[in-house]
């Protein structure tokens, strides 16, 4: 006869997918059961840790734990991509804007320098210290990039996080703060921008996942062309550069990269890389207009709204080309014999 217990306990396995249900759901019911009291089953309830753990083992068997079907192999090899190339995009901005700044500030006499340092000093010792979390802990992002490489997941979880947390500060102070704040959607899409990486690491580079590598290339090698690639676009057309401008052109190169490679030498290509280019180019797209829209109609922000244009026409054409490549790609693998 069920017990209400085992009832319950049956309730939170559905959280898991039906192929892992089907091998493993009598087991692992029967290993809740066997050290509980047979008088009070009906009194109790699964606890607080045995639910997180079946979810986190949900998460897990959806993507690409061993033996998971096919579909979930392929997510979970999308899940992968899509964070190791975001966290790549955002650990090169977070070390090369604040080198950039750093050196025009310091090299362009004493009232450059007043200014840098203004940001942080004579505003109170809150805004003082968000001024300098702000600066300090997206260098998390460069720090998760390499400890996920060299396989230290633990720690490439705990930068992602810590360098997503000041995207999250504008959001916080709009609730406490009766001045409304400026351009909610950019804030809104760069919140979205750094925690859906973030938690894309944290969830698909699980303890059973294959060890993260890179396409092409070592780790310290496509970091320096990221970087440059990202400095250079910031240096070259400074009138149009924003918070979105440095990653989206990297995305560009990247991704133009990748379907001439596709095209070369489609035997090496792992199976959901394009879909996963492809939400990410969304992800920066989507930022890239919040943060255009709102200059659009603005006297002399020519410049700044048409090279925002123009790099959008280029994110949307390269993320439809992704799309329709990944498309493509599933189902050449579907037909496979």
């Known amino acids: 006869m069920t017990t209400l217990l085992e009832a319950r306990y049956r309730s939170v396995l559905r959280l898991l997918p039906a192929y892992y249900r089907r091998e493993r759901e009598e087991e692992m019911v029967e290993t809740y059961l066997e050290d509980l009291d047979r008088d009070t089953l009906d009194q109790s309830r ?48 977070a070390v090369v804007e604040p080198v950039l700044q750093l050196t025009w500030s310091f090299t362009r006499g004493g009232a450059e320098r007043r200014w840098f340092v203004s940001g942080f000093i004579g505003h109170g010792v809150l805004a003082g210290t968000v001024a300098v979390a702000q600066w300090i802990l997206p260098l998390g992002w460069a720090a998760a990039y390499f400890a996920l490489l060299y396989g230290r997941r633990r720690l490439a979880r705990i930068g992602v996080l810590v360098a997503a947390l000041p995207t999250l500060w504008p959001l916080l102070r ?57 400095g250079a676009s910031l240096v070259l057309l400074p009138a149009v550069s924003d918070l979105v401008w440095g990653p989206a052109n990297c995305f560009v190169v990247g991704a133009l990269g990748w379907l001439l ?70 189902v050449a693998r579907r037909t496979a014999p």
């Not at 001045?179 to 925690?195: D, K, N, Q």
């Not at 879909?275 to 797209?285: R, W």
């Open 174 to 230: 709009s609730v406490t703060d009766v001045t409304p704040l400026p351009e909610p959607s950019f804030v809104a899409a760069l919140a979205l921008l750094a925690w859906l990486p973030a938690l894309a690491l944290c969830a698909a580079h699980h303890r059973d996942a294959p060890p993260a590598r890179l396409p092409a290339g070592t780790p310290g090698l496509v970091f320096m062309a990221t970087c440059v690639v990202t």
């Open 261 to 330: 490679w596709r095209v070369r030498r489609t035997d090496r290509v792992a199976p959901g890389d394009g879909l996963a280019l492809a939400v990410l180019g969304l992800l920066l797209l989507a930022a890239r207009v919040a943060a255009l829209y709102p200059w659009i109609r603005l006297p002399g922000a020519a410049p700044y709204v048409n090279g925002g244009l123009v790099q959008t026409a280029a994110l949307a054409l390269l993320t439809m080309l992704l799309t329709l490549a990944g498309r493509r790609e599933l």
């Open 46 to 93: 699964p606890t607080l840790g045995e639910v997180a753990s079946i979810a986190g083992l949900a998460v897990r068997s959806r993507l690409g734990a061993a033996g998971a079907p096919r579909p979930y192999v392929l997510l979970g090899s999308a899940a992968r991509l899509f964070a190791l190339a975001a966290v790549l995009l955002l650990a090169a901005s």
